[in-house]
């Protein structure tokens, strides 16, 4: 199940034996030939999500400052079109363009395909319909 933090700075950093055995587990089984260790070890950390697990493109309050985040980390695959969606975010928006009235759009390099950047804004609605997990 998913454990929640409510205070990042104050967290059980330490690897637990249940989350060390479900972990260990599950990488036995798909390489059923690789030695495990008999001691609970490891690092235990966090990682940070949007409210709704939808990335965060957009500038930010402070000028000249831009963001992606709330990707829990599973979007680096797709560190080239967000850099090419940045890059254009980044811009249209020291050239003057304001992104918060009115959401700059993104044609993907190979698709051609428009993207509106609105649905990754900082300051969107929680997307209802969205899975709330990285598996999409």
């Known amino acids: 199940p998913m454990e929640w933090v409510e205070d990042p700075d104050d967290f059980n950093q330490h690897v637990t034996e249940a ?9 036995a089984k798909r390489f059923p030939d690789l ?12 990682y940070d999500v949007s409210d709704d697990w939808i990335p965060i493109y957009d500038r930010s309050d402070l000028p000249g400052f831009y963001m992606a985040i709330g990707t829990s980390g599973n979007q680096f695959k797709n ?14 928006c020291e050239g003057g363009h304001d992104h918060d009235r009115e959401p700059v759009k993104v044609n993907g390099r190979y698709t051609g395909l428009e993207l509106d950047l609105s649905f990754y ?3 969107r609605a ?7 997990s990285v598996l999409g």
Request: net charge positive; aromatic share 6%.
């Open 19 to 27: 989350r060390w055995k479900a972990q260990t587990y599950r990488l």
């Open 35 to 46: 030695r495990l260790p008999n001691k609970t070890m490891g690092i235990a950390d966090l």
């Open 79 to 92: 560190a080239a079109p967000v850099a090419h969606m940045l890059a254009t975010l980044m811009e249209a």
């Open 121 to 123: 804004s900082r300051r």
């Open 126 to 132: 929680v997307n209802r319909d969205s899975s709330f």
